[in-house]
Nanobody, 126 residues
Framework: QLQLVESGGGLVQPGGSLRLPCAPS????????IAWFRQAPGKEREGVAC????????NYAGSVKGRFTISRDYAANTVNHQMNSLTPEDAAVYYC???????????????????WGHGTQVTVSS
C-alpha cells in the first residue's frame, strides 16, 4: 500500500505563490501517475493537475492552466505542485493522489486514483 504525504500548505495573500510537495513515506514514485485534487467547503472535489510516471505527460484543469505547474524532482523522490497568482477561488484542501502506471501512459484529472494523501490546507486571503 503506497502512502503519500502532502505538505507546503498555509496562508498566502492573493497574487502570491505556494509549492506543494507530494512524497511517499516508503517507496519510489517513478512507476506511479501522480495527480493533485482540491476540495473547497461546500464544493465537489476537483482535479487540477496530473503527470504520468515518466513526467512526459501533464494535464491541467482549465481554471489553473498557465498558473500551476506539476513536476517531478527525481533526486528527492517528490512531485511538486507549484501554484502562482493565487486567488481566493484557489483556497481549498489540496490532495495528492497516485495510481500504478508502469507503462507511462496514464494522466487524468478525473478521480481515478487508488492512493490518496490526507490533504494540506491552502488559504488565500488578504
Amino acid at each position: 500500500q503506497l502512502q503519500l504525504v502532502e505538505s507546503g500548505g498555509g496562508l498566502v495573500q492573493p497574487g502570491g505563490s505556494l509549492r506543494l510537495p507530494c512524497a511517499p513515506s516508503k517507496d519510489t514514485l517513478n512507476l506511479y501517475s501522480i495527480a493533485w485534487f482540491r476540495q473547497a467547503p461546500g464544493k465537489e472535489r476537483e482535479g487540477v493537475a496530473c503527470t504520468d510516471s515518466s513526467g512526459g505527460i501533464r494535464n491541467y484543469a482549465g481554471s489553473v492552466k498557465g498558473r500551476f505547474t506539476i513536476s517531478r524532482d527525481y533526486a528527492a523522490n517528490t512531485v511538486n505542485h507549484q501554484m502562482n497568482s493565487l486567488t481566493p477561488e484557489d483556497a481549498a484542501v489540496y490532495y495528492c493522489a497516485a495510481v500504478w502506471d508502469q507503462e507511462s501512459t496514464f494522466c487524468t484529472i478525473l478521480p481515478s486514483y487508488d492512493y490518496w494523501g490526507h490533504g494540506t490546507q491552502v488559504t488565500v486571503s488578504s
